[in-house]
């Protein structure tokens, strides 16, 4: 039966001399692999809409629940992300992630408008600060995960717009200082347990409040408008830590990529 459908190419394996397996992110069928054949010739009929970073259509002969490659056409690529090492290393770790979170044959059609626009904007706003790029995606795809951390009021009083919060990054919640003060005193009292040793066990990161505002628009924004905010450049740094930190930590997996990603803040006109 052949299938046809649109998506992202996220991944790729070589499958023998000449044939490869693509991961393709789609909104009908999630995720999935399909056989290439021919793919690994330079020239191959469908070089230019099979490769990483291709959004095509696709035309897939499907048996048995396997896909084979019957005919493919380049809708949009986002090659323009290779001009510098931060944005391609960037880019390859937003794909690694949607490829990590997506499910074979579960319908995800909100992941891949995230990861489409993320590229899109990555590839056409040179001028974007990509930390903020980069935190951003990370709460949002956490978000449509079902890993959103509650991040609108303390969690011990309730208080919705304290001076300073922490983000529990294991609890996914905030507290603010007063309760912070006493889960300390409380946890002291009962573990004798020195107050940094409390946060970093715990991976309690204080939040300033413009801070909190970001990670609260990177949650809940339009998406088309998810990458419409600033922050000031001295807090871009608490912003970034905290949004990686809780990512890697909820999804209990470290993306080897982000070992070889050091951005920095970009550069001034
Ligand atoms: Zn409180």
């Given at each position: 039966m052949l299938v046809t459908v649109r998506g992202l190419v996220v991944g790729e394996v070589v499958a023998s001399d000449n044939a490869k397996y693509i991961h393709v992110l789609t909104a009908e069928r999630g995720k999935l692999s399909a056989l290439v054949r021919g793919?690994?010739?330079?020239?191959?009929?469908f070089t230019s809409s099979t490769q990483v970073f291709c959004y095509s259509e696709f035309v897939l002969y499907e048996r048995n629940g396997k896909y084979t490659l019957d005919d493919a056409s380049l809708i949009e690529n986002y090659f323009s992300l290779c001009r510098d090492y931060d944005t391609l290393t960037l880019a390859s770790y937003i794909i690694s992630a949607a490829d990590y979170l997506s499910v074979d044959e579960q319908p995800d059609a909100e992941l891949l408008r995230l990861t489409l626009n993320t590229l899109w904007a990555l590839s056409h706003r040179e001028k974007l600060d990509r930390r903020l790029v980069k935190g951003a995606f990370e709460m949002r795809a956490a978000g449509l995960s079902g890993?959103?951390?509650?991040?609108?009021?303390?969690?011990?009083?309730?208080?919705?717009?304290?001076?300073r919060a922490y983000l529990s990054v294991m609890d996914g919640c905030i507290y603010c200082p007063d309760c912070m003060a006493e889960r300390e005193l409380r946890s002291r009292a009962e573990n004798d347990i020195r107050v940094d040793e409390l946060r970093t066990a715990q991976i309690l990161l204080p939040l300033e409040p413009p801070v909190l505002m970001a990670m609260r628009y990177s949650l809940y924004s339009e998406m088309g408008k998810l990458y419409s905010f600033s922050l000031d450049g001295k807090l871009v740094p608490e912003f970034a830590a905290a949004c990686e930190k809780y990512f890697e930590n909820q999804l209990d997996h470290h993306f080897p990529v982000l070992d070889m990603l050091n951005l920095s803040p970009p550069e001034k006109d």
């Open positions: 793919a690994v010739r330079l020239r191959g009929r890993l959103a951390p509650d991040l609108t009021a303390c969690r011990g009083c309730g208080k919705r717009e304290p001076d």
